[in-house]
């Protein structure tokens, strides 16, 4: 533990010293938000009035806040790799599961901190949940372990590319996938097949499940099933990347 913790504070100090880092992770959310409340809000909001949409918006602004933290691990980590820091870190006298969970716990630190500026502006701008205490520990449980499984798989995904353009696809996916979910507009309203794909991927019972949560409203099932691709991402995520770090190295 003593290890990670100084990995941590590593991965912190590195966040400070990188302005790109700190505006993807932190600033990058709240100009979506504002974007999507002031600009193409009235577009998308059909059927609901500004303060509805607001609330409907918050829970997809808090996924792409999740994803845009997993990004740029992966590029962290990535940089680690190539540069041939973890190899060194390898040769030393430390706890090696260390080295990637002080890259997880950092930018799950980093990532809620970004989440709850989010919160905090989305309030600024009208949104009002009414979610009850007891509702707001549990999407803070949802969005923490969303954050854990993402991570897990950005720490993959840099370890396994070979140079930061490697990571792109990754990052290709965390960002569209929100769009082609019930982030921003209700899958009913979409056409064809884009229809069924959103209302069957991974990302879309997850944030129904977080608007739910902050507005009181019933999840029902969607909570279990949140639940559940939450766990699987991070399973996999975690094999992975364990599976990577014990490669020899190149």
């Not at 205490?133 to 720490?155: E, F, H, I, K």
């Amino acid at each position: 533990m003593r290890d990670a913790m100084t990995m941590l504070r590593r991965t912190v100090r590195h966040t400070s010293r990188n302005p790109g880092a700190i505006i993807m992770t932190v600033a990058m959310p709240v100009v979506l938000l504002l974007l999507f409340v002031g600009v193409l809000g009235g577009t998308l909001s059909a059927g609901m009035s500004d303060d509805d949409y607001i609330d409907y918006l918050v829970a997809g602004v808090l996924l792409m806040t999740v994803g845009y933290g997993s990004t740029t691990t992966a590029l962290a980590v990535n940089r680690d790799m190539t540069k041939g820091i973890i190899n060194r870190f390898r040769t030393m006298a430390i706890s090696r599961a260390s080295v990637l969970t002080g890259h997880v716990l950092g930018s799950t630190v980093r990532t809620l901190l970004s989440a709850v500026l989010v919160v905090l502006v989305a309030l600024a701008l009208g949104f009002r949940p009414t979610g009850d205490p007891a509702r707001w520990l549990a999407a803070a449980g949802v969005l923490t372990l969303l954050t854990v499984a993402m991570t897990w798989l950005g720490v993959a995904v840099g370890l396994a590319a070979k140079t930061a353009e490697g990571t792109t696809p990754f990052t290709l996916i965390t960002q569209l996938l929100p769009f082609l979910s019930s982030a921003f507009v209700r899958p009913e309203t979409m056409s064809g097949t884009v229809r069924w794909f959103a209302a069957h991927e991974p990302f879309t019972p997850i944030i129904d499940s977080l608007r739910g949560l902050l507005l009181g409203t019933a999840i029902g099932a969607t909570g279990l099933l949140a639940t559940g691709w939450c766990l699987i991402l991070a399973t996999a995520g975690y094999l992975w990347a364990r599976l990577l770090f014990r490669r020899d190295p190149q």
